[in-house]
């Protein structure tokens, strides 16, 4: 690994300031999980992007991409943190069905769905978790039944990101209804605005409705809605959980703008700060940085030819402990006021510290729970043997 830039590399990230520079709004948008204002002002900012050819630039230009590598990508999302730009409400969609479907759809599944992806008019919900399947996934229990030239969905997910107002979904659903376990499941797209769907929101700490539980009952799409060979949905959903664990969905130019954030904030409260604040906000520094370089890493290898093993949980551990503890500190540092919503009149921007940690708490959890990371580093990393 290289870790100079190229010129072509610097033209590039001047390319995409001077966007951003131009483009981004000027206040912070409404938050997408508030309210459906928040969350179409959110779309609109995805038409945007993809306006500008911005919506993802790894991906081929035929589906509004810009078909550059992922050193790029992650360049990309620097000076997308820097600018201050909006949270993608398409992040599902974008960083985790996108790919995939790049690399296991068919040629009319990518035509059909990577465009309205791209530009925001669809966005997607990923409905894997089940009340009975969240860490052990492979006991989804909800069912694909064919019927002629189309599956009939039923079921119950629960904990879907964006599904209170999002278009679409992908879920898993157990089209062999003799498997068991990883076998017979397939990844199937459904609109959430199906006949027999039913979404009943969820309430967070915070009090947004980030997530929907999704009761299906007889949901009938066409066959070609289904992401690769019927029974292969396990191996399709492991190459999306290594995008989402490994590299796209947290990328660490998110990190690294907490981690100067903190900075900030350590500056403004210097003459209340003792010694294990500096140190905790140097350590934080340090970690986003060393992140970032290891994500270059993991960027390299795949340019190269790799693939994201299991090392991907890992980087999962890393980024969602990261978080947390930089979180931890920035309230530390506040002392009383961090208690202070963001919503109240004196908090000025202090309340973004206290809205970060309530989401930084769920980091250990999403995306397969740090426990369960542990787990496959253990077995499959160390070679220890399965508890
Ligand atoms: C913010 C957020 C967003 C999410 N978004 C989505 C989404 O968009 N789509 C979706 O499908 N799901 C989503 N989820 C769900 C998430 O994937 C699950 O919550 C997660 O997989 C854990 O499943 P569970 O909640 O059923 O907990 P359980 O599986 O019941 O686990 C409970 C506890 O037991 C531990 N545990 C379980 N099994 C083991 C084991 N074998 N070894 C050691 N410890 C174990 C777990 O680590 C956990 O601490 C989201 C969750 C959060 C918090």
């Known amino acids: 690994m290289d870790l100079r830039y190229t010129d072509d590399q610097l033209a590039f990230r001047a390319e995409v300031r001077e966007w951003m520079a131009a483009n981004v709004p000027d206040e912070p948008l409404p938050s997408f999980d508030g ?21 993802m630039v790894t991906w081929p230009e035929a589906y509004g991409g810009r078909g550059l590598d992922l050193i790029r990508w992650l360049i990309f999302e ?52 089940e009340p009975q399947a969240g860490s052990d996934l492979a006991a989804v229990r909800a069912k694909a039944v064919r019927d002629g ?10 904990w879907s990101s964006r599904a209170v107002m999002a278009d679409w979904a992908f879920g898993l659903f157990r089209t062999d209804p003799a498997s068991e376990r990883h076998k017979g499941l397939s990844l199937i797209l459904f609109p959430l605005d199906a006949e027999g769907v039913r979404r009943q929101a969820i309430a967070q700490i915070n009090g947004e409705t980030g997530f929907a539980e999704l009761f299906l009952d007889e949901v009938r799409v066409p066959v070609e809605n289904r992401v690769g060979a019927e029974g292969e949905g396990w191996r399709i959903c492991m190459a999306t959980a290594g995008f989402e664990r490994g590299l796209m969905l947290r990328s660490p130019a998110r990190f690294q703008m907490t981690a100067r954030r903190l900075v900030e904030l350590y500056e403004a409260n210097r003459e209340t700060c003792g010694p294990a604040q500096r140190d905790a906000v140097a350590q934080a520094w340090m970690a986003a940085e060393a992140y970032a370089l290891s994500v270059y890493a993991t960027a390299s290898r795949l340019i190269a030819g790799g693939g994201i093993g299991a090392e991907a949980s890992l980087n999962k551990i890393f980024w969602s402990e990261m978080d947390i503890a930089m979180h931890e500190t920035a309230l530390a540092i506040l002392g009383a006021r961090a208690e202070l919503l963001p919503t109240a009149p004196a908090a000025g921007d202090v309340g973004r510290w206290l809205d970060g940690y309530l989401f930084s708490l769920a980091g250990p959890i999403y995306a397969g729970t740090n426990d369960i990371q542990r787990n496959i580093i253990a077995e499959r990393l160390l070679g220890l043997p399965r508890a």
Do not use: C
Not at 35 to 55: D, P, S
Not at 86 to 113: E, S
Not at 151 to 156: D, P, T, V
């Open 35 to 55: 309210t459906r204002a928040g969350f179409e002002a959110h779309r609109e900012w995805e038409a945007r992007l993809n306006a500008g050819r911005w919506g």
């Open 78 to 129: 620097e000076e997308y943190y820097a600018a201050g730009a909006p949270q993608r409400v398409n992040q599902n969609g974008i960083f985790l069905l996108g790919p995939t479907l790049i690399d296991y759809g068919t040629q009319a599944q990518k035509a059909r769905f990577l465009p309205p992806m791209a530009n925001g008019e669809e966005i997607w919900a990923q409905a894997w978790s």
């Open 149 to 158: 030239d189309s599956y009939l969905l039923s079921g119950h997910k629960i």
